[in-house]
Each structure stands twice: as C-alpha cells, then as structure tokens.
C-alpha cells in the first residue's frame, strides 16, 4: 500500500509452459506487512513457496487466482490470456485497489468493475523482486499453478508435470514424441 492507497500486485505463473492454463494472481497486502522469505518465486524452492503461501493467503488484505485455459491461450496468444487472466484476478478481490504495479513490461488499462473508473498501473521488470505485493503474486500463482498440474499428473501420466509443471523440458518434450499431445496442450505452441 503506498500512502494508505490499497496497491495490488500482479503476476503469472506458466506463460512458458507447453500446456496448462496460465494463472494469474493479484494480491493486495496490509501496509505494515513484513515478511523477509518474501521474494520472486523463481528464486525459491517448491518448498519455501508452500510455506509462504498459508502467511500470504491469511495475511493478505485481499487476494485471488485465475486460471486462463489452453483454449483461450491458443485463440487470443498468451500474453493477452497473461494479461486478461490478472485483470480477472483483480475484479475478484474484495477490496478495490487504487493503484496496480504488474510484474513485467505489458499491462492493459484496466477498469474497476464498481465504478467504471481506470485504475493507474505500472508496470515494473523484475519486479517480482522488487515489490512485496508482486512476490506474493508470484508466489501464490506458482503454488496454485503446481498444485493444479501436479492433479493433471494423476490423469495424463508419463509427462512428468508433477516435476517439470508443463514447461518444455528435456522429459516432458520426449513424452510429447512417445504419447502425442493431452487436451490440455496449448495447440498453437511449439512443442
């Protein structure tokens, strides 16, 4: 929160991945919120991600993930679903923020559904990093995200997505080669 304006913190989790929805998080945290394990979710194990996510998910002003199917990814491209996925996030939180920062360089204006108005947003690189709101984003997309493939795991098997979460590693490009591709591969990615 900057000046007792309620900020909400914007990420994604599983743009680079091959099949699997995007999900998107926003999160808005208390003022006087201190968590020092806080940090971009690419730079902590699976984890420490578990263990933050409870501290966020209770501590939180307001939070929410979206999860943007295959299916819409492959019809409007990933980063508009990335971008459509958070601003859904944000109309679903409790309370109204007045400002956005969204990790990354791409961001489209986006309206509070209440009042019509056009909230201010920045976007901010790395910033998942930088800012507590975004990393609690970050965080809290991952764990759904994982949680979510890790059940995809149990009814696609031989993928590996309990490890690799669907992105285009070595296990999961030579399983696509042997087993062909799920109902939840994105069609328009390269596999």
Same mark, same amino acid.
């Given at each position: 929160?900057?000046?007792?304006?309620?900020?909400?913190?914007?990420?994604?989790?599983?743009?680079?991945?091959?099949?699997?929805?995007?999900?998107?998080?926003?999160?808005?945290?208390?003022? #006087?919120?201190?968590?020092?394990? %806080?940090?971009?979710?690419?730079?902590?194990?699976?984890?420490?991600?578990?263990?933050?996510?409870?501290?966020?998910?209770?501590?939180? %002003?307001?939070?929410?993930?979206?999860?943007?199917?295959?299916?819409?990814?492959?019809?409007?491209?990933? %980063?508009? $679903?990335?971008?459509?996925?958070?601003?859904?996030? %944000?109309?679903?939180?409790?309370?109204?923020?007045?400002?956005?920062?969204? #990790?990354?360089?791409?961001?489209?204006?986006? &309206?509070?559904?209440?009042?019509?108005? #056009?909230?201010?947003?920045?976007?901010?690189?790395?910033?998942?990093?930088?800012?507590?709101?975004? $990393? $609690?984003?970050?965080?809290?997309?991952?764990?759904?995200?994982?949680?979510?493939?890790? &059940?995809?795991?149990?009814?696609?098997?031989?993928?590996?997505?309990?490890?690799? $979460?669907?992105?285009?590693?070595?296990?999961?490009?030579?399983?696509?080669? &042997?087993?062909?591709?799920?109902?939840?591969? &994105?069609?328009?990615?390269?596999?």
């Amino acid at each position: 929160m900057i000046e007792g304006i309620p900020e909400a913190g914007c990420d994604e989790a599983g743009r680079g991945c091959l099949c699997g929805p995007v999900a998107c998080a926003a999160v808005i945290l208390p003022p #006087d919120f201190q968590c020092e394990d %806080l940090n971009d979710s690419k730079q902590l194990s699976a984890k420490k991600r578990e263990s933050l996510r409870p501290i966020i998910e209770s501590r939180a %002003l307001a939070w929410a993930v979206v999860m943007v199917e295959p299916e819409e990814i492959d019809r409007i491209n990933i %980063l508009k $679903a990335s971008i459509a996925g958070m601003q859904r996030a %944000l109309d679903q939180l409790t309370i109204r923020p007045k400002h956005i920062i969204v #990790d990354g360089n791409r961001f489209s204006p986006y &309206r509070d559904p209440e009042t019509f108005m #056009d909230i201010p947003h920045h976007t901010v690189v790395k910033g998942d990093g930088k800012y507590m709101s975004i $990393a $609690a984003a970050s965080i809290l997309a991952k764990t759904h995200r994982d949680e979510l493939m890790t &059940r995809y795991n149990e009814i696609y098997p031989g993928y590996g997505w309990d490890r690799n $979460a669907g992105y285009p590693t070595k296990e999961h490009r030579e399983a696509i080669s &042997r087993l062909g591709i799920t109902p939840i591969h &994105r069609k328009t990615f390269r596999m």
